[in-house]
């Protein structure tokens, strides 16, 4: 982009921008689309385009092209245990998202219910007591495609997760800077994106007092030894070990410490679960009490083996995949070959921390030739098992059914 | 095809958008290779371009409301890829989108939208 178009008043170049897109009537598709990908969201609609098109990122399975949703290709996840930042998952609510943003002037707001409203710049953030994190980032409806009955929003497969190593300060250490006042109850997240109109709700996101102060709560500035894509949250975001990944708040700008609960939208009335066992319950039930939705539960997914392919009779058949605790470390990970009847522990591979994918192993004694239901199923350092059963709320959040791939063996 | 008409409007009530949308979220004029060292870290600002959707929702004129009315707030490939729903619950999105969202959406505008939804078919 020129330094001319960069000067253009927003309304101007927003407008170009439409212009754009107006008299791009006759042309249906861009060259976006190089190849597709079926999810294999049941009843359709399944196929979704592979795009190289965003800034920073590489292929990725579009959802929506704005505001971005961009979706993990699963078969990253049999790389190792780390995402890359390339093919890391996007997920923005409102469309205007800053397409530059300049490290040097950046600052970062901490006010509200404090003795010393702060404006940290970058550089105030490099030089804080650094912590490193590894933490799986994942949206509170990914899997949402797979609930039956289906339910509206975002129709992700199972690519709406990533891990990475998170490189940052403690928000602890932020908010003991600013000096929280007796009487705090929350502090409230605010990022450089906004509403598309007005009037439209800002996406903001709260914490508890005690847990934002908890020493694992944190703000980053790199993933996985980089700054992070822009898309991603650049230049700094904030990180929520264990819950979903609607609290990690991207382009962080804004820390607000509050003297009575958040009754904001994004919390009042957005992102609401069934406060019931699994966030479950029966399609069409009313009158539950909901609560926002908070810590991660256990899953786990086969990465090197893929549903509906044919895999060799008679040979041993290795099998592996990764696997986290939600919010809390993997205890075990097992393998069933007989529709859950009897499980086969596999070895678990190197530990980066309770918050981290982890990968399993093992290898299954040589099928024949006929179907192979395969299931995989965590448990985690809290005891907590997958369920057999796929929970159902009307939000598509949370699931976290035992996974299972079928195979033909030949 | 759409017709002269409906393009004029669209371009009149994007613009119109725009502007009454503020879009105050620029604030950033990102100096070229801006960079902040500290505690051997360096950051280097980012200034970048987000692909256009360059889409219209398909349909013809069935889809002229649909294609007027709601891709200033997002492109189409979220609303083509939910499964098949039934009016009320395309009802439902359609007046969240308006009294949620504050999608500004002429409420004469909003049958054809819907009946539009209801007729998309959960393809591929």
Not at chain 1, 121 to 128: E, I
Not at chain 1, 295 to 313: C, H, I, L, Q
Not at chain 2, 94 to 116: F, G, H, L
């Amino acid at each position: 982009m020129s330094s001319s178009d960069r000067d253009q008043a927003p309304s101007r170049r927003r407008f170009l921008a439409q212009a754009t897109l107006v008299s791009g009537l006759a042309v249906t598709y861009p060259a976006w689309a190089d190849s597709f990908v079926d999810l294999g969201l049941p009843g359709g609609p399944s196929q979704r385009e592979l795009t190289g098109a965003f800034p920073q990122k590489g292929r990725m399975v579009l959802q929506r092209s704005r505001a971005p949703l961009l979706e993990t290709p699963f078969e990253t996840f049999d790389r190792g245990v780390f995402t890359p930042n390339n093919q890391f998952f996007v997920r923005w609510h409102w469309a205007v998202i800053p397409e530059a943003v300049d490290v040097a002037s950046f600052k970062v707001a901490v006010r509200g219910h404090v003795n010393n409203p702060l404006s940290l710049s970058m550089a105030d953030f490099l030089k804080m007591p650094r912590v490193e994190l590894a933490a799986v980032n994942q949206c509170s409806g990914n899997s949402r495609g797979y609930f039956q009955p289906r339910v509206a929003g975002g129709q992700w497969g199972n690519g709406a997760m990533g891990n990475a190593r998170w490189t940052g300060v403690r928000l602890r250490d932020v908010l003991d800077r600013a000096g929280i006042k007796n009487g705090a109850v929350a502090v409230r997240f605010n990022g450089l994106d906004q509403p598309s109109v007005d009037s439209g709700p800002d996406f903001i996101k709260s914490l508890d007092i005690e847990h934002a102060r908890d020493g694992e709560v944190m703000l980053a500035f790199e993933m996985n030894g980089e700054q992070l894509p822009l898309l991603n949250g650049f230049p700094l975001r904030l990180i929520v070990p264990g819950w979903y990944s609607t609290y990690w708040l991207k382009m962080l700008n804004d820390i607000e410490v509050l003297d009575a609960p958040d009754q904001n939208f994004w919390m009042a009335t957005a992102y609401r679960i069934p406060d019931t066992p699994h966030a479950s319950v029966t399609p069409g039930q009313t009158g539950f009490k909901t609560v926002p939705i908070n810590r991660m539960v256990p899953r786990s997914f086969f990465t090197n083996v893929t549903d509906k392919t044919t895999v060799k009779a008679d040979a041993a058949l290795p099998v592996r995949g990764i696997a986290f605790g939600g919010d809390c470390g993997v205890a075990a990970v097992e393998v069933s070959a007989d529709q859950g009847k009897s499980w086969k522990k596999t070895t678990l591979g190197r530990d980066a921390g309770a918050y981290s994918f982890r990968q399993w192993s093992t290898e299954l004694a040589p099928p024949r030739s006929g179907k192979l239901t395969l299931q995989v199923r965590c448990t985690n350092t809290k005891g907590e098992v997958q369920p057999s059963e796929p929970n159902w709320n009307g939000g598509g959040y949370m699931r976290n059914v035992i996974e299972q791939v079928e195979l033909t063996v030949a | 095809m759409p017709t002269i008409k409906s393009i004029v409007a669209i371009c009149a009530f994007l613009l119109t958008l725009g502007v009454f949308a503020g879009l105050s979220a620029w604030p950033l004029a990102a100096a070229d290779n801006a960079t902040v060292t500290a505690g051997g870290v360096t950051l280097h600002s980012v200034s970048t371009r987000f692909p256009d959707p360059g889409r219209l929702f398909p349909g013809g004129d069935s889809a002229d409301a649909i294609n007027n009315n709601c891709l200033a707030c997002h492109s189409t490939g979220m609303v083509l890829t939910q499964p098949k729903m039934s009016r009320a619950a395309w009802q439902a999105e359609v007046d969240k989108m308006r009294n949620t969202y504050k999608a500004p959406i002429d409420a004469a505008a909003v049958p054809a939208i819907v009946d539009y939804l209801v007729s998309l078919k959960a393809g591929k």
